[in-house]
């Protein structure tokens, strides 16, 4: 069974750092773009990241765009988001995708649960 497991949430003040983890397991890694969205409260999940199968091609919304930087180690299953100068607008759960493109939501995709993210100000 395919799962996707989140890590390194929690708080930070405005202008930190934080680096997010998701680490899959039950599906074949390599074959899969993996991705970040973001839900903060009252608002719809957003996409925030992506990078496809060999990590040559990623992909940011422009709200992030030199702040966040997404990788990802395929021995590891694992994906990364890096996320630099963070702003009180980037508070959100933060969940991890793995699909054949994530930058839109399909059928296909699997998630995580999410992981909590809070930017203070």
């Known amino acids: 069974q395919a799962r996707l497991e989140e890590s390194g949430g929690g708080s930070v003040q405005a202008g930190g750092s934080m680096r997010l983890s998701c680490t899959a397991s039950g599906l074949p890694f390599t074959t899969y773009a993996m991705g970040w969205f973001r839900q903060a409260p009252g608002k719809d999940r957003d996409f925030v990241a992506s990078?496809?199968?060999?990590?040559?091609?990623?992909y940011y919304r422009d709200s992030v765009k030199g702040r966040f930087t997404i990788s990802r180690h395929n021995a590891q299953d694992t994906v990364y988001l890096e996320m630099n100068s963070l702003k009180s607008e980037d508070t959100a759960i933060y969940y991890c995708?793995?699909?054949?493109?994530?930058?839109?939501?399909?059928?296909?995709?699997?998630w995580g649960q999410g992981i909590q993210v809070t930017v203070s100000s």
């Open positions: 990078i496809n199968w060999n990590g040559d091609t990623p």
């Open positions: 995708v793995a699909g054949p493109i994530v930058t839109v939501p399909t059928s296909q995709d699997y």
